[in-house]
Nanobody
Framework: QVQLVESGGGLVQAGGSLRLSCAAS????????MGWFRQAPGKEREFVAA????????YYADSVKGRFIISRDNAKITVYLRMNSLKPEDTAIYYC?????????????????WGQGTQVTVSS
């Protein structure tokens, strides 16, 4: 059974930083694309960032490009999201997801497994 468990969320002031982690278990191999999505109150869930299995390719939403960094440690089967220069509009529940194969990195329907999410709140 595949499990994705996010951690690292919390309350931070605007301009601050947080690092989210997503520990995966039960995946048959480490060659999954890993992604982060978020859902703000009253809004639909949206794509944040994704990384291929080797870590050599990353893709970001325009809203976080230059501020967030996605990375992974395949030995630990863990993916990270370093969030810098946080803004109040980054407040959301952040979800980790894994996909065996994607043709569209930001398409939620292409991700096979999802975590339960971790809350990030940025105060102004």
């Amino acid at each position: 059974q595949v499990q994705l468990v996010e951690s690292g969320g919390g309350l931070v002031q605007a301009g601050g930083s947080l690092r989210l982690s997503c520990a995966a278990s039960g995946l048959t191999n480490s060659r999954h694309v890993m992604g982060w999505f978020r859902q703000a109150p009253g809004k639909e869930r949206e794509f944040v960032a994704a990384i291929n299995w080797s870590g050599g390719y990353t893709y970001y939403a325009d809203s976080v490009k230059g501020r967030f960094i996605i990375s992974r440690d395949n030995a630990k089967i863990t993916v990270y999201l370093r969030m810098n220069s946080l803004k109040p509009e980054d407040t959301a529940i952040y979800y980790c997801a894994a996909a065996k194969y994607v043709t569209n990195w930001s398409a939620q329907r292409q991700y096979d497994y999802w975590g339960q999410g971790t809350q990030v709140t940025v105060s102004s």
